[in-house]
């Protein structure tokens, strides 16, 4: 076990609720088990799907690359007057976004929290199958990279956007800036873990966006529905995962993670205004400052597009809503009236 965790964690657990606990911890380590059992089956990566991306028949160059109601200026007179040439390119824009947030998501807030797992930096996962399943999703998650990677320069080739640069997206950013509030390791570990769980929770939500949807580009949506198939158990594993950490974390670092959980929630939910202004400054969007100065005044986190009933039903599980402390945390954060 790390250091930081060293003497901290089942010693100061009193005994009845430990024994509840380990009853607990037990059951969470087998749902991992059992779902470690079926990656194999389950996994993207084991299914030889790469015949399937073959983008010459799936690439449709008179479909729309991404779905207009998802940009968060779609009814600002500027953007609805601007040509319609230009109004493709901002959604082919809007789908190269959409797959570098799905990046950052993937190598800076998944990877290395399933990393704090394997170098047994956090307790209660400190065991065989917990370091089993995060290699595994470690795995998924560098699939999901090179699927991403893959749609992206096909885009990028396919309309004229190689040279297109995007700035660090926000829910990146603001996790970095609340560690660096933070001085003790154990801290930015648990800002890292909130981030992630709170990440796979919702990534499903995100990318239900457009798995499903048969009006944009074939190519895009096959995409999105294959990373789509991964999460749906990512989500499942990082709950029971947090079961186990949180079930051994001591009062003191339950406290801060009761505190941290709901942060990302919008982090994960703001539109990305400043990744926006970089993106339509480039393609030489007109009037860019000033819409963009509109669409801040009006919603620059959108969490009626989350559904964050999911994190909610954690918290509950985990006795979080039980405390004053969970009530207000997750009240700040407007999860919880
Ligand atoms: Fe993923
Ligand atoms: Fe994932």
Redesign the pocket.
């Known amino acids: 076990m790390n250091k930081y965790y060293q003497n901290q964690t089942q010693a100061t657990i009193p005994g009845k609720v430990r024994h509840r606990s380990d009853k607990e911890i037990s059951h969470s380590r087998t749902v991992l088990q059992k779902m470690s059992r079926s990656w194999h089956k389950r996994a993207q990566v084991k299914q030889n799907i790469e015949e399937n991306f073959q983008p010459e028949w799936a690439f449709d160059p008179t479909k729309d690359d991404f779905r207009l109601d998802l940009l968060p200026f779609k009814e600002h007179d500027d953007f609805l007057n601007a040509p319609v040439e230009m109004q493709k390119q901002i959604l082919s824009c809007g789908w190269i976004a959409y797959n570098e947030k799905t990046i950052d998501?993937?190598s800076k807030v998944?990877s290395p929290a399933c990393n704090h797992i394997i170098y047994r930096s956090l307790p209660g996962v400190d065991d065989g199958i917990s370091q089993q399943i995060a290699s595994e999703?470690l795995v998924?998650?560098a699939y999901?990279i090179l699927l991403v990677i893959n749609a992206c320069c096909i885009t990028r080739e396919h309309r004229g956007l190689q040279s297109l640069k995007l700035p660090e997206f926000n829910l990146v950013r603001n996790m970095y800036y609340e560690q660096a509030n933070f001085s003790e390791p154990w801290q930015k570990i648990l800002i890292q873990l909130a981030t992630a769980i709170v990440?796979?929770v919702f990534?499903s939500d995100y990318l239900n966006l457009l798995a499903h949807d048969t009006t944009i580009q074939p190519f895009n949506q096959m995409v999105v529905a294959t990373h789509q198939r991964?999460?749906l158990a990512?989500s499942s594993i990082?709950k029971t995962l947090t079961k186990c950490i949180y079930r051994n974390l001591s009062p003191e670092q339950k406290e801060f993670f009761i505190e941290v959980l709901p942060k990302p929630v919008s982090w994960f939910a703001n539109v990305e205004l400043t990744v926006w202004e970089a993106i339509l400054k480039q393609i030489g969007f007109p009037k860019t400052e000033s819409m963009m100065a509109d669409c801040a005044a009006s919603n620059q986190v959108n969490l009626l597009r989350i559904d964050y009933s999911e994190l909610i039903a954690l918290a509950g599980e985990l006795g979080i809503l039980d405390s004053q402390h969970g009530v207000d945390s997750f009240g700040r954060e407007g999860l919880f009236h």
């Open positions: 998501i993937e998944i999703t998924d998650e999901h990440s796979e990534i991964d999460e990512h990082f």
